[in-house]
């Protein structure tokens, strides 16, 4: 598996730019970036506390980010942010595996791990066909 820097740098800037459109509130946005069909796996926490792990389609993930949000966030400011991030290349296939930290009005409120699966669509660049999660509350 060979990195190139330039690549590296298309599939951080896809990540980043999802990620971007989220903060900003911008979830039709955030469909630039993804294979609607794709999936996620996002580890939450149920009632009792034990770990649950949510399956959605990549579309389905961005409609409930944004009820989400809507319903709890509407007027705070929210940041997610990755740092260290290991880029892994394969011809047209990219794995993306970093920490990430959640602010909420600049209060950390989450932390954790995320793997993005991307694929090089032709034209359309580099898009998240596939993202897990492990996230932990802080707050």
């Known amino acids: 598996m060979a990195s190139n820097n330039s690549e590296e740098s298309a599939i951080l800037a896809t990540c980043a730019d999802f990620l971007n459109s989220m903060n900003t509130k911008d979830f039709a946005g955030m469909n630039n ?3 609607p069909e794709g999936h996620g796996a996002l580890r939450r926490y149920g009632p009792d506390g034990s770990a649950i792990i949510i399956h959605t389609s990549l579309g389905d993930l961005v409609k409930r980010l944004e009820e989400i949000t809507n319903a ?3 007027d705070k400011t929210m940041e997610e942010t ?3 991030p290991d880029v892994r290349i394969d011809d047209d296939l990219a794995m993306v595996w970093t920490n990430f930290r959640i602010l909420v009005d ?3 409120t989450a932390k954790g791990s995320n793997i993005f699966c991307l694929h090089k669509m ?5 898009r998240i066909s596939g993202v897990a999660d492990r996230n932990t509350p802080t707050s």
Request: cysteine-free; charged content about 20%; hydrophobic content about 25%.
């Open 33 to 35: 970036y993804i294979n």
């Open 72 to 74: 709890n966030y509407a």
């Open 82 to 84: 990755f740092e260290n």
């Open 106 to 108: 600049g209060q950390q």
């Open 122 to 126: 032709g034209e359309k660049g580099w």
